[in-house]
């Protein structure tokens, strides 16, 4: 596990992953929350994968993406979100989508991978589904 979160941000052009660990709603041990901001696209989706999978080798198996000021994901994107996601259901874990912006609402509606991830409107709600 890892014991400072305070400092975990992930930069990559406009793309930003920052941690919000244990934020106002209690996260199971295993579990970490990121707030994810700009376009999750070609260039920074890699960045957004690599940085997963070392959190997922270090023991975390649950994890919640906040989309709310995500403006763009393209397939790349969205091949991360399934390939995290197979992964995590094969360790009994899973990732949650929080919050989607309208954008990215709809993008997950017309690949209909909506009713494959899991998608919540706040943390709240994503968590009681534990």
């Known amino acids: 596990m890892i014991d400072n979160w305070d400092d975990y941000t992930v930069e990559s052009g406009d793309f930003k992953m920052e941690v919000l660990q244990q934020r106002f709603v209690p996260l199971p ?7 994810l901001s700009g376009e999750i696209n ?9 940085n997963l999978e ?8 649950h994890i919640f993406l906040n989309f709310e000021q995500v403006s763009y994901i393209d397939s790349s994107g ?9 992964r995590l259901v094969k360790q009994k ?12 609402r709809y993008v997950l509606e017309l690949t209909k991978l ?3 991830l899991q998608i919540f409107p706040t943390l709240e709600q994503a968590v009681a589904q534990v």
Request: hydrophobic content about 40%; aromatic content about 8%.
């Open 29 to 35: 041990e295993s579990a970490v929350y990121f707030e």
């Open 42 to 50: 070609l260039y920074n989706s890699q960045v957004m994968k690599e």
């Open 54 to 61: 070392i959190l997922i080798s270090k023991g975390i198996n």
């Open 78 to 86: 969205l091949g991360v979100c399934l390939g995290i996601h197979s």
């Open 93 to 104: 874990g899973y990732i949650r989508i929080v919050s989607p912006s309208e954008k990215v």
């Open 114 to 116: 909506k009713s494959l």
